[in-house]
Protein backbone atom coordinates (compact mmCIF):
# COMPACT_ATOMS: atom_id res chain seq x y z
CA UNK A 1 0.00 0.00 0.00
CA UNK A 2 1.79 3.52 -1.37
CA UNK A 3 1.41 6.24 1.24
CA UNK A 4 -1.24 8.07 -0.89
CA UNK A 5 -3.56 4.91 -0.68
CA UNK A 6 -2.91 4.74 2.77
CA UNK A 7 -4.33 8.20 2.70
CA UNK A 8 -7.37 7.69 1.49
CA UNK A 9 -8.44 4.73 2.91
CA UNK A 10 -8.24 6.12 5.99
CA UNK A 11 -9.58 9.10 5.00
CA UNK A 12 -12.78 7.50 3.80
CA UNK A 13 -12.72 5.38 6.88
CA UNK A 14 -12.95 8.40 9.04
CA UNK A 15 -15.81 10.28 7.02
CA UNK A 16 -17.74 6.47 6.99
CA UNK A 17 -17.42 6.79 11.05
CA UNK A 18 -18.76 10.43 11.16
CA UNK A 19 -21.75 9.17 8.94
CA UNK A 20 -22.23 6.28 11.17
CA UNK A 21 -21.17 6.49 15.05
CA UNK A 22 -21.38 2.00 15.18
CA UNK A 23 -19.42 1.78 12.33
CA UNK A 24 -15.96 -0.42 12.85
CA UNK A 25 -13.22 0.07 10.71
CA UNK A 26 -11.72 -2.94 9.03
CA UNK A 27 -7.64 -4.30 10.04
CA UNK A 28 -6.33 -2.81 6.81
CA UNK A 29 -8.31 0.44 7.40
CA UNK A 30 -6.49 0.57 10.28
CA UNK A 31 -3.53 -0.16 9.37
CA UNK A 32 -4.34 2.77 6.80
CA UNK A 33 -4.73 5.35 9.75
CA UNK A 34 -1.23 4.28 11.75
CA UNK A 35 0.45 4.44 8.83
CA UNK A 36 -0.68 7.90 8.17
CA UNK A 37 -0.27 9.25 11.71
CA UNK A 38 3.21 7.32 11.17
CA UNK A 39 4.44 9.53 8.24
CA UNK A 40 2.97 12.76 10.33
CA UNK A 41 4.71 12.15 13.10
CA UNK A 42 8.07 12.09 11.04
CA UNK A 43 7.70 14.96 8.97
CA UNK A 44 6.65 16.67 12.40
CA UNK A 45 10.12 14.95 13.76
CA UNK A 46 12.16 16.30 10.38
CA UNK A 47 10.62 19.80 10.12
CA UNK A 48 11.60 20.21 14.22
CA UNK A 49 14.74 18.80 13.12
CA UNK A 50 15.34 21.28 10.29
CA UNK A 51 14.36 24.46 12.56
CA UNK A 52 16.10 23.53 15.15
CA UNK A 53 19.32 22.93 12.62
CA UNK A 54 18.43 26.38 11.37
CA UNK A 55 18.12 28.24 14.57
CA UNK A 56 22.13 26.85 15.73
Do not use: C, G, S
Request: without cysteine; aromatic residues 4%.
Amino acid sequence: MTLEEAKAMAFNAAQERLLNPDYQPTKDELAAIDLVLIEQKRKRVADTENTHATLT
